[in-house]
T-cell receptor, first 111, second 114 residues
Framework: QKEVEQNSGPLSVPEGAIASLNCTYS??????FFWYRQYSGKSPELIMF????GDKEDGRFTAQLNKASQYVSLLIRDSQPSDSATYLC???????????FGTGTRLKVLA | KAGVTQTPRYLIKTRGQQVTLSCSPI?????VSWYQQTPGQGLQFLFE???????NKGNFPGRFSGRQFSNSRSEMNVSTLELGDSALYLC?????????????FGSGTRLTVV
């Protein structure tokens, strides 16, 4: 079992729809969770981080965390073609300064 | 505020050679991490430095090494290059508290080994 798992996609959604991206992790002791966006040929950029169970909203983005079920999700409301990118889930490994990344989900927003 | 600066942007090396990559973190950031990104494996953790000390190391062979200087700049060295070392090498920095607030990544160094 991989430490951080994401569906590689592509996930295709029409413009204006909600895109839902999911991530599961294996380290029960993990406390910090992150979503990065990576455009083709660019480096990852941080979108959101979440530490507590529940939802965290920032503009069109909502991160959801369920530690009991060991999953993190990212919702993108009113998806735009400019949101088309690969979304990387990252988990800070417990007791370390190391972040484990999933392999990413490729999102395509269709105009 | 300047971002994370990595040099060089592109490198082509021959098998068996060695290479040194450089990273200058955001001013005030003391934690620097290095990752290797390949299409098949995604982002793989190499090592993390804070105040010139390596605090964590990933599962890479000893050919991969790094260091951090007193001004927080960091270098990564790969000796005896292999074809499989071809990848995008990303450096990321964070402040001390920012270790839990995520990274800012540099633009990366694209290494091609021929």
């Amino acid at each position: 079992q991989k430490e951080v798992e994401q569906n590689s996609g592509p996930l295709s959604v029409p413009e204006g729809a909600i895109a839902s991206l999911n991530c599961t992790y294996s380290d029960r002791g993990s406390q910090s969770f992150f979503w990065y966006r990576q455009y083709s040929g660019k480096s990852p950029e941080l979108i959101m981080f979440i530490y507590s169970n529940g939802d965290k909203e920032d503009g069109r983005f909502t991160a959801q965390l369920n530690k009991a079920s060991q999953y993190v999700s990212l919702l993108i409301r009113d998806s735009q073609p400019s949101d088309s990118a690969t979304y990387l889930c990252a988990v800070k490994a417990s007791g370390t300064y190391k972040y484990i990344f999933g392999t990413g989900t490729r999102l395509k927003v269709l105009a | 505020k300047a971002g994370v600066t990595q040099t060089p942007r592109y490198l082509i090396k021959t098998r068996g050679q060695q290479v040194t990559l450089s990273c200058s973190p955001i001013s005030g950031h003391r934690s620097v991490s290095w990752y290797q990104q390949t299409p098949g494996q995604g982002l793989q953790f190499l090592f993390e430095y804070f105040s010139e000390t390596q605090r964590n190391k990933g599962n890479f062979p000893g050919r991969f090494s790094g260091r951090q200087f007193s001004n927080s700049r960091s270098e990564m060295n790969v000796s005896t290059l292999e074809l499989g070392d071809s990848a995008l090498y990303l450096c990321a920095s964070s402040s001390r508290q920012g270790v839990n607030y995520g990274y800012t990544f540099g633009s990366g160094t694209r290494l091609t080994v021929v």
